[in-house]
């Protein structure tokens, strides 16, 4: 992994960069936060303490953070999720190429990103994130790396990566910070490489709702709130930070449908799950269709 100073990009030795910031290793993991920022949205979920491993079955950590890392259709599943939840990746095969997930938490995407036959990396702000995702890729039996850092200073050298994905972050962050993620997205991917970002939008059927119900079109009050983005807004700044940008569905009525967890879902919210995959499909079709999704990627490839 090609690290660099989160402050001032200079090359790390040991931890210490040309400038002499210093950076711990906790447990083998590379810390890379920058205390002097403003944090952005709380870690997933409320553990305190990371809890001992289990030798079988699923990591403690992620029985308590699922409700936190994959939405409300998987709440019901807190302590007692039976399997993990792996999404399909939509991309296509990875070859080999160098993949960033920023925002891993317990790496449900590197693990997806690496069947996939990509080589990834996770990059969180959450310590026992990172330790978790350490964790669950042993025990699954694959390679993936992960540091502890913040979407704003990414600790990697200009061009990087050949991919940079995220699900479920930028949502979260204020539009400023969600700016200065982006334009850290265009500078750590390779001319060519391509970033993939989920986001929620604001036309959304079901995105509409939960404004009008929540907070009556008012600004989010916690950290966590979801922040909705037009689809236009989000073409237009990506572009200008990444490069060319096309959106597609993600999906429909919920943020983080996921047809790989069917087998994990009640009936109810697989059938929301199969409305939404219907929809989708239309939207191949229909293009329009984009634009009312709850749930939109950004594919920007990089000039
Ligand atoms: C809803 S979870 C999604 C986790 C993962 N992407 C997934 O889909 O399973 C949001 C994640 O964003 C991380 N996060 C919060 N602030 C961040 C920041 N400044 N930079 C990178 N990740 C951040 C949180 O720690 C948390 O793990």
């Not at 236009?232 to 096309?246: N, Q």
């Not at 109810?268 to 329009?288: I, K, N, T």
Request: charged share 25%; glycine share 8%; with cysteine.
């Amino acid at each position: 992994m090609n690290l660099v100073c989160p402050r001032d990009r200079t090359p790390l030795r040991d931890g210490v960069c040309e400038q002499g910031h210093e950076y711990p290793l906790v447990d083998g993991v590379p810390v890379l936060l920058v205390d002097e920022e403003a944090p952005t949205h709380a870690a997933c979920g409320k553990v305190e303490q990371l809890p001992p491993p289990v030798r079988e079955g699923i990591d403690p950590f992620v029985q308590e953070v699922i409700g936190a890392t994959c939405g409300r259709l998987y709440e019901h599943l807190i302590a007692d999720l039976p399997d993990y939840p792996i999404p399909e990746l939509r991309l296509p095969a990875g070859e080999g190429r160098t993949f960033l997930e920023v925002g891993s938490n317990w790496g449900r995407w590197c693990v997806a990103a690496a069947r996939r036959g990509y080589a990834p990396t996770g990059i969180d702000p959450s310590l026992k994130g990172v330790q978790a995702a350490r964790r669950v890729a042993e025990q699954l039996g694959v390679d993936a790396q992960y540091v502890v850092g913040d979407a704003r200073r990414l600790p990697f050298a200009d061009a990087s990566f050949d991919v940079v994905f995220s699900y479920s972050v930028f949502q979260h962050f204020s539009k400023l910070d969600a700016l200065a993620a982006f334009d850290e997205l265009g500078r750590v991917l390779k001319p060519g490489g391509q970033s993939l970002v989920q986001m929620a939008n604001l036309y959304g059927a079901r995105s509409l709702w939960n404004q009008a119900r929540e907070r009556r079109f008012r600004e989010p009050r916690t950290l966590f709130d979801v922040r909705y983005w037009g689809p236009l807004e989000l073409k237009r700044e990506l572009e200008s930070r990444v490069g060319p940008t096309r959106l597609s569905v993600d999906g429909f009525f919920t943020l983080n449908p996921q047809p790989t967890d069917l087998a994990l879902l009640p009936a109810r919210y697989r059938a929301v799950v199969h409305a939404s995959e219907a929809l989708r499909r239309a939207a191949g079709v229909v293009r329009p269709l984009t634009l009312v999704a709850d749930s939109v990627y950004a594919r920007s490839r990089r000039g």
